[in-house]
């Protein structure tokens, strides 16, 4: 389980890595990026809860490098996940 886990939240947050440039590419050429928003956004839905998991799964375990980067993740995409509900709120108060 814990290795299904672990390329679970590996691979997801990559995804959501490689979004990034393709996204600041996209806006810079004045193109529709929202494919890749929401590619970026399920991404980091299926990396903030697999991570966690995989933490709370290891949590016997001794401090290693894996540990490490699944803490990065959980952290980024939970981050990013709360960024992008905190400004869905504030659109939705302004009325945009």
């Keep these: 389980m814990r290795k299904v886990l ?3 939240f590996i691979m997801s947050g990559l995804i959501a ?3 990034i440039p393709a996204i600041l590419y996209l806006e810079s050429q004045g193109k ?3 494919p890749f928003h929401l590619i970026q956004l399920l991404s980091c839905m299926i990396c ?3 991570s966690g998991w995989f933490l709370w799964k290891s949590r016997e375990e001794g ?3 894996v540990k490490i980067l699944a803490t990065m993740a959980c952290l980024s995409s939970g981050a990013w996940f709360s960024y992008f509900v905190y400004v869905m709120v504030m659109m939705a108060q302004t009325g945009s």
């Design 6 to 8: 672990l390329y679970i």
């Design 17 to 19: 890595l490689a979004c």
């Design 32 to 34: 529709v990026q929202k």
């Design 48 to 50: 903030f809860p697999t």
């Design 63 to 65: 401090f290693s490098k």
